[in-house]
């Protein structure tokens, strides 16, 4: 094992950006680059996407590593309602909401989905864990907000247990975000 991966292994993190090496590396740029290429190369370490590695792809917070990466955003829409136990059916991919533009992108073998959300819809989330989310009210009203404005598919009402949600917020949310009713 190199001298590099024991030192990013010290690192108190399951995934390190390229500045978290460069920090502890003592190597200039170029030569990190090679060194980084190398490592992955010879399978000790793994490029998650840009400028984003791991030891153990399977110790990666991807919800944590999501937020991060596409600042600011929060784990919203069918991701958080199946997580709560709203939605039966289980998404493929991580979808968070954001102020930046709306994008995709792949960060190992995990798809994450950025929608674009306009500022005065930006409340209604919390820390849990080690990442932002919506609550499933709000993941909701997120949703319907994204399929009323032609950005997203109707949420799935015949697969939803909506009993599981907060009416009272539930009530204030849709409320707020001026959308249609739901079901």
């Not at 990466?69 to 939605?87: M, T």
């Not at 929608?115 to 005065?120: F, L, M």
Request: charged letters at 20%.
């Amino acid at each position: 094992m190199s001298k590099l991966i024991k030192k990013i292994q010290a690192i108190p993190k399951n995934y390190y950006t390229y500045a978290d090496i460069r920090k502890i590396a003592g190597l200039d740029d170029a030569s990190l680059r090679v060194a980084l290429a190398r490592l992955v190369k010879n399978g000790e370490i793994a490029r998650l996407c840009h400028e984003y590695y791991t030891t153990d792809p399977a110790k990666v917070d991807y919800e944590q590593l999501a937020c991060e990466i596409y600042a600011p955003s929060y784990l919203s829409l069918e991701w958080v309602l199946a997580r709560a136990g709203v939605l039966s059916q289980q998404p493929t991919h991580l979808t968070l909401v954001t102020q930046n533009r709306a994008k995709k992108i792949t960060v190992g073998n995990t798809q994450i989905s950025y929608q674009h959300i306009k500022p005065e819809m930006w409340y209604g989330y919390e820390q849990i864990g080690n990442a932002l989310s919506a609550t499933p009210a709000k993941a909701l009203a997120d949703w319907k907000y994204l399929a009323k404005n032609g950005y997203a598919a109707p949420p799935p009402y015949e697969e939803m247990n909506l009993e599981l949600l907060n009416e009272k917020r539930l009530k204030k949310l849709t409320t707020t975000s001026n959308s249609v009713k739901i079901p």
